[in-house]
């Protein structure tokens, strides 16, 4: 199975998700999505997971949950905005992750993409960085990725350099 990560957009909408995520089976939002509109878009493209973000109003907060636990293709996911990473989690996310026991733990908001292994609770952490323009980053990412057979393969990291026309 095929997944799609973005987080961090803040309502701006770039065509090339639609070009990178074109044959990717499920699109995940770790928050911050800043309008309602960039949810339905993203959800014409492919199924659409999201948790809502800190910059998220109240109708993304009513349609999406703050956490979001599922299991696809023996991997049990985790996703939520403010997370942290391995060594330095969010208040209250490693009793969670120690409730949860996920295999991959998804997280947004630092606007910085890491990839990390967390030796202690046996898990993948991914933040995909920011896909928008709001924020100190300076350089915007998506990622793909697999899911086969309780593990996460084939990462892609996807940079989208401003000066590249949409395609």
Known sequence: MKIGLL?????????????YFKDCDEIWHAGDMGSPEI?????QLSVFRAVYGNCDGAPLRQ???LYDTFVLEGVTVLMTHIGGYPGKYAPGIASLLEKTQPTLFVSGH???LK???DSVHKL?????GAAG???FHTVRTLLRFELK???IENLEVIELADDVKPL
Request: no cysteine; net charge positive.
């Open 7 to 19: 987080s961090d957009t803040h309502a701006y909408w770039d065509p090339r998700y639609e070009y």
């Open 39 to 43: 949810a339905d878009r993203m959800a």
């Open 63 to 65: 349609r999406f949950p």
């Open 110 to 112: 630092s606007h910085i």
């Open 115 to 117: 990839v990390k292994y």
């Open 124 to 128: 993948l952490h991914i933040n995909p």
């Open 133 to 135: 323009h709001q924020g």
């Open 149 to 151: 057979s309780g593990r």
